[in-house]
């Protein structure tokens, strides 16, 4: 019964790179978030996919950043031309269900880290 | 707008005592579920408790309980018989429609 799985689970990246993040749901989930967590703070929302379809992406930086979650495979969060304020550690989340009562189960998180 | 405010970055508790961590919350919407999360050094997210705004009751989950005030908009976690494994991070979080909002955390450092 595995959870989230997210990988990798540490990525380092130059600037100018791409960095691609990916996240499988628990097993039933059909609703995938990420977050990202800056050191020393909490985390923040960034999107909200369903599969094919992007619910709610008003956390997403308007430029650099695209999330998808395709009929198949993982949920994929891109960074093109990472910059240095894009270190931090992204939290993948799933639940079976959307809504305000339903419990979201997070993933290990990828730590990204760019010089 | 949603805001989640948890007062306390860092907290020092015996290990075997009991230990209250605050969180205070600001919505104008009816509907909404309130989190506590424990985040250890290892960085993973673990879950720990529920509260809906309807529930009557507060919600327990083995050590962990949740007092739930809600006309304060208060939702504290209460830790009974503190452990050197809980020493870690715990944030609290409401989610409204399909988001969840963080607070800053607390560190809470368990001594032996």
């Known amino acids: 019964n595995a959870g989230v799985m997210q990988n990798p689970r540490h990525l380092v990246r130059r600037r100018g790179q791409e960095a691609r993040l990916r996240c499988s749901p628990m097993?039933?989930?059909?609703?995938v978030y990420w977050y990202r967590q800056l050191p020393e703070e909490g985390l923040k929302f960034m999107v909200y996919l369903q599969k094919e379809n992007i619910i709610d992406e008003s956390g997403m930086p308007k430029e650099r950043f695209s999330a998808e979650f395709p009929k198949e495979g993982p949920s994929i969060l891109r960074i093109q031309q990472v910059v240095r304020g894009d270190s931090a550690a992204y939290f993948c989340?799933?639940?079976?269900?959307?809504?305000?009562?339903?419990?979201?189960?997070f993933g290990p998180g990828t730590r990204l880290l760019v010089l | 707008a949603q805001k989640i405010t948890q007062t306390q970055p860092g907290m020092f508790v015996q290990e075997k005592e009991a230990v209250t961590l605050d969180c205070t919350y600001d919505?104008?919407?009816?509907?909404?579920?309130l989190f506590w999360y424990k985040q250890p050094s290892s960085g993973e997210m673990i879950f720990l408790i529920y509260q809906g705004s309807y529930d009557q009751q507060n919600a327990t989950e083995g050590r962990y309980s949740l007092n739930f005030q809600k006309a304060r908009k208060s939702a504290n976690l209460v830790i009974s018989a503190s452990q050197l494994g809980d020493s870690a991070m715990y944030f609290c979080a409401m989610s409204y429609f399909n988001k969840f909002y963080f607070g800053s955390g607390t560190k809470l450092n368990v001594k032996p």
């Open positions: 097993k039933g989930h059909s609703h």
């Open positions: 989340a799933s639940s079976p269900e959307g809504g305000s009562q339903e419990t979201q189960y």
């Open positions: 919505t104008s919407d009816p509907s909404y579920g």
